[in-house]
């Protein structure tokens, strides 16, 4: 797969599937996750409506560059925040969404891309987000997928599925396939599979395994704080999609983030959890196909 340096000194591994002429849609997937968790059926699927699909590593994740000794003072983090002194948190953090929003926004520019349609899960959704507030010229559409605003208020995932998140994993690779099973805490109650669950662990461990990268992307989520004021003067034409059973981000976060972007269209979508079951990415796909092309018809 190619990589892109950035003037910034971070690299960014990507691949693009579709016609290299057609319109650019840039993935930007969630917290730890590689690239390769959006399932190549579904990137194929969104390039089948036209468009040239970019997936890229988030900066500590996958192949792109690494923080290595990069520490983390998460209590320090969060008493900043709750301190109401965001600017303190940033500067203890080792980087912000702003920061992770560059990467993607530089990756374009390498590409010699002007704009693009942005999807974002999870993490890469607040990403999105963050892209089309700081840079919106940047952004033809913004797609908020399983993401929320920042706001402690919405969205709060229930203990189980944070318990699950956040508890550390074996570190060995057998027992981190094992450990995939956990995974289906948040997952589609209807489609949900421990044998899916283990076909993506194996993939993800032997590709790039970088646990050291977690506790660096979490403190640059909680560092940045909410949006809400931000997203309530985006002028984007936005779509929000969340699955009624996500226990991860529960559905408020999406409804919030559609509350407050002006026009956003929000889709919640029945047997849908914090993932991307294969049953449903005509329904996944289909809404971002009607999204973007109706914008285009604008």
Request: glycine share 10%; charged share 20%.
């Amino acid at each position: 797969m190619p990589s892109a340096l950035l003037p910034s000194g971070i690299t960014i591994e990507f691949d693009v599937t579709g016609d290299a002429g057609a319109p650019p849609l840039l993935l930007i997937m969630g917290f730890t996750a590689q690239m390769i968790d959006w399932p190549e059926g579904f990137v194929q699927r969104l390039a089948s409506f036209g468009r040239q699909v970019i997936r890229f590593d988030n900066r500590d994740c996958g192949l792109s560059t690494k923080l290595d000794g990069a520490m983390v003072d998460m209590g320090a983090i969060v008493a900043a925040m709750f301190a109401n002194d965001a600017p303190a948190a940033a500067a203890i953090a080792p980087y912000t969404l702003s920061d992770m929003a560059a990467d993607a926004v530089g990756l374009l520019d390498a590409l010699g891309i002007e704009s693009a349609d942005i999807v974002g899960a999870s993490l890469g959704g607040m990403v999105a987000q963050t892209i089309a507030i700081e840079h919106p010229t940047k952004v033809r559409t913004l797609i908020s997928i399983m993401s929320s605003t920042g706001e402690i208020e919405f969205g709060m995932g229930t203990p189980q599925a944070m318990t699950a998140l956040l508890t550390p994993g074996p570190t060995d690779r057998d027992g981190y396939i094992d450990a995939s099973s956990r995974w289906k805490v948040w997952q589609s109650k209807r489609y949900a599979s421990d044998e899916n669950n283990r076909a993506r662990a194996t993939k993800s461990f032997d590709r790039s395994f970088y646990p050291q990268g977690a506790s660096r992307q979490l403190a640059a989520v909680v560092a940045s704080g909410s949006r809400a004021d931000a997203l309530r003067a985006l002028q984007t034409p936005t779509l929000v999609i969340h699955g009624l059973d996500d226990q991860l981000i529960t559905p408020s976060g999406g409804e919030r983030t559609a509350d407050l972007i002006p026009g956003a269209k929000l889709v919640l979508v029945d047997d849908m959890g914090h993932d991307l079951p294969e049953p449903l990415w005509d329904t996944i796909v289909g809404a971002i196909g009607d999204h973007v092309h109706a914008t285009v018809m604008r």
